[in-house]
C-alpha cells in the first residue's frame, strides 16, 4: 500500500544556513506519527514543505499520492493544518471563524458536531481574542479538522496547556484518529511523542536519525537491556537465584536493595522465581529505559533536550 506521506531527501536551506539537511520518512495510513526534535532541528520547515507551503530545494514529496506545490489545490481539501497563534482577527468569533473555514471545503464537517466534541460548544460566541490558552489551541484543532480531511499535521500541538488541558487534547487526537485520519504530530514533548504517537522520527540539524516507535527506540538505543528492578528482598537469599536467569544480565546491590537488570521480560522472570521461593520483594521499583534516554543517546550532548514531563519509573508495587 502506498504510505500516506512520503518524504526522500528532503533538503531545504535559508540563505546559506541549512535547516533541514537530509530528511527521508513515510507515514502510513491510520498512523500517529510523531516528529520530535530540539529547537531550530528543521521540524517545522519539513512539515511547511509537505504542507505545499515551502519549496524544497532538493528532494521527493507525495502526499496522498500528491504533489504538494504542483496539486496544492486539491491537497488542501485533503490536508488540515494547525493555525498557529495569532492568525485569527480577535473580533472573530468560534462560530464565526469555524463557518468560514467550512466554506472553504468540499465535503465539510459539521460545525457544531465538531465544537461538541471540541468542548467547545459553550465558546461558540466568543471572540477569538476572548478565548484562554486551551480555548484558542482546541478552535485551532477544529479549523485544522473542519475539511473533513484524511491527513492532519499538528504543529506544537499542546504548547502553552496546562497538564489536565492537554490530556484531554491527546485523548481528542486519539479519537480523532480512531475515525480514521492520519496524523503528523511535530512535538518537543518527550512524553507526547512516548504517549500518543505509533512511530517517531527524530530530527537533529536537520536529518532524520532515527525512526521507530518509542518503545522500539528506547529499546534500540539501550540494547534492550536496561530494564531494572530494585527491591528489598523479604529474606536473604544467594545472588545466583536470579544472576542464572536468562533474562538476567546482573544482580547488585544498594544497601539492602537489590538491583537486578535484564532484559524486557525480566520482571516476569524474577517475579516467579522470587514466588516459587517465598521471597516478598517490598519496595519493588521497575525502571525501564525510556524515550529521554533514547534522544539524549541519538542526538547527543549538544542538542537542548525536548521538554520532559517525569521520569521513567513506574511503581510496580507498594
Ligand atoms: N524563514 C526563515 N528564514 C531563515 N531561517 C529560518 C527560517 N525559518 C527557520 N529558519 C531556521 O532554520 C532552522 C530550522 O528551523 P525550524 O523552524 O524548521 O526548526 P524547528 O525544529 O521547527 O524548531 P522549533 O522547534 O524551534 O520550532 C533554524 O535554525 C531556524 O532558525
Redesign the pocket.
Known amino acids: 500500500m502506498p504510505a500516506v506521506i512520503e518524504v526522500r531527501h528532503l533538503h531545504k536551506r535559508?540563505?546559506t544556513?541549512v535547516?533541514?539537511d537530509d530528511v527521508s520518512f513515510r507515514v502510513e495510513e491510520g498512523e500517529i506519527f510523531g516528529i520530535l526534535?530540539p529547537?531550530?532541528?528543521?521540524?517545522?520547515?519539513?512539515v511547511e514543505c509537505v504542507e505545499g507551503l515551502r519549496t524544497a530545494d532538493r528532494g521527493e514529496i507525495g502526499v496522498l499520492g500528491l504533489d504538494p506545490r504542483r496539486d496544492r489545490a486539491e491537497l488542501t481539501q485533503r490536508l488540515g493544518v494547525q493555525l498557529q497563534e495569532g492568525q485569527l482577527p480577535g473580533r472573530l468569533t468560534v462560530g464565526e471563524a469555524l463557518r468560514l473555514y467550512a466554506s472553504f471545503y468540499r465535503k465539510p464537517a459539521d460545525p457544531r458536531a465538531l465544537l461538541d466534541v471540541l468542548g467547545l460548544s459553550g465558546a461558540h460566541r466568543t471572540p477569538y481574542g476572548r478565548l484562554s490558552g486551551g480555548q484558542k489551541q482546541r478552535l485551532s484543532i477544529a479549523l485544522a479538522l473542519i475539511g473533513s480531511p484524511e491527513v492532519a499535521v499538528l504543529d506544537e500541538l499542546t504548547t502553552g496547556l496546562d497538564p489536565q488541558a492537554r490530556r484531554d487534547t491527546w485523548e481528542l487526537i486519539r479519537e480523532v484518529r480512531s475515525r480514521g485520519v492520519t496524523i503528523v504530530l511535530?512535538t518537543?514533548f518527550m512524553e507526547e511523542a512516548e504517549r500518543l504517537c505509533d512511530r517517531v522520527a527524530v530530527?537533529d540539524r536537520g536529518r532524520v536519525v532515527a525512526v521507530d516507535s518509542p518503545t522500539g527506540l528506547a529499546e534500540r538505543v539501550q540494547g534492550g537491556r536496561r530494564t531494572q528492578i530494585r527491591f528489598r528482598p523479604s529474606t536473604p537469599f544467594e545472588d545466583s537465584l536470579l544472576a542464572t536467569l536468562p533474562d538476567v544480565t546482573a544482580v547488585t546491590h544498594q544497601g539492602d536493595l537489590m538491583v537486578v537488570t535484564g532484559n524486557a521480560d525480566v520482571l516476569t522472570a524474577v517475579a516467579s522465581v522470587l514466588a516459587r521461593n517465598g521471597i516478598v520483594a517490598e519496595h519493588l521499583r521497575l525502571e525501564q529505559p525510556s524515550l529521554e534516554d533514547a534522544f539524549v543517546a541519538l542526538t547527543g550532548d549538544h542538542a537542548a533536550r525536548p521538554d520532559t514531563t517525569g521520569g521513567s519509573a513506574v511503581n510496580v508495587a507498594p
Open positions: 535559508y540563505g544556513a535547516a533541514v526534535g529547537n531550530g532541528a528543521g521540524k517545522t520547515t519539513t511535530v518537543h530530527i
